[in-house]
């Protein structure tokens, strides 16, 4: 565990981080992290941490599926895009 | 199922072709289950909104411009639906929280910061923990204020941009971007703190 005396330009790159890892900050703002970043060990550990994060949530698997489509379910549904095409061609 | 296999569905679909029919259903059903389900939370809540969504979707298939917008075009029949559904705002605008309180461990002294980190280099070589993660990522999408959770389901877990999210949930960029910052912090914090009573600490500097 690193521990860390916390300054204004902590904060600052604080609130932009998600920004900054969605690649979504102007150029200037986004160097200007990079150099913070690279000085101070314990904001890139926590911009790594946010980052990986980021890349637990794209690989999440929803628990539960819904139940098996009910063949009347699935009639609806095929009605309803027939009935969508037949629209069109008239 | 990729992005790109999704979108030549939809092209199929509205070329007329019938055979996409059944593999665009089964593939939205289940994504459309899990948003609903979390943010309804009841299964039969969600499996209603999966139904009526996919009716709304098929009859007007015809207006669905872009098919590589079919996500966000989906996904925002599916939040009207929830709304329905839960006869109440769930996206009414409440109060953010302040990025102070998601600040890790404060300090004292002279008002500044001390922060503490686990050791996140487990992530992402050891499977077991990334699997034990995906149980703590349940829990934190659950526990986090409404407005969050919409946000991160729809922006880092379905991968939708940041404009298609604030078109969903009518928001603009700006309160997608505060909103996803503020989702992410809070899962990053319930990590953090499994990850730290599921390790010994090493005291660095």
Known sequence: MSTHQHDENCKKMFALLSEYLDMELPVDLCEEMDAHIAGCEPCAAFTESLRKTIELCHEYQPKELPGPLARDARRKLLEAYEKMLAGRRS | ?205
């Not at chain 2, 979108?7 to 593939?27: N, S």
């Not at chain 2, 409404?146 to 949930?169: C, K, N």
């Not at chain 2, 700006?174 to 600490?201: E, M």
Request: net charge negative.
């Open chain 2, 1 to 205: 199922m990729e992005r790109a296999a999704e979108i030549e569905l939809a092209r199929q679909l509205l070329e007329g072709k019938p055979e996409a029919f059944d593999r665009f259903v089964d593939h939205f059903r289940a994504k459309i289950f899990n948003y609903s389900q979390i943010m309804c939370g009841h299964r039969e809540d969600a499996e209603e909104v999966v139904q009526e969504t996919l009716f709304k979707v098929f009859e007007n298939f015809g207006q669905l411009r872009e098919p590589e917008h079919v996500r966000a075009w989906v996904f925002r029949i599916a939040k009207n639906a929830c709304l329905i559904k839960r006869r109440k705002s769930i996206y009414a605008p409440q109060q953010e929280l302040s990025l102070d309180e998601l600040m890790p461990a404060r300090g004292n002294s002279r008002d500044r910061m001390r922060i503490e980190i686990a050791d996140w280099s487990g992530i992402p070589e050891d499977e077991v923990l990334r699997s034990e993660l995906q149980r703590v990522l349940d829990e934190a999408i659950a526990e986090m204020p409404e407005i969050y959770r919409s946000v991160m389901l729809l922006r880092d877990v379905e991968e939708l941009s940041t404009e298609e999210v604030a078109q969903i949930l009518d928001l603009n960029t700006d309160a997608v971007k505060t909103r996803l910052h503020r989702a992410r912090l809070l899962a990053r914090k319930k990590f953090d703190s499994y990850l730290r009573a599921s390790s010994q600490p090493v005291e660095k500097n």
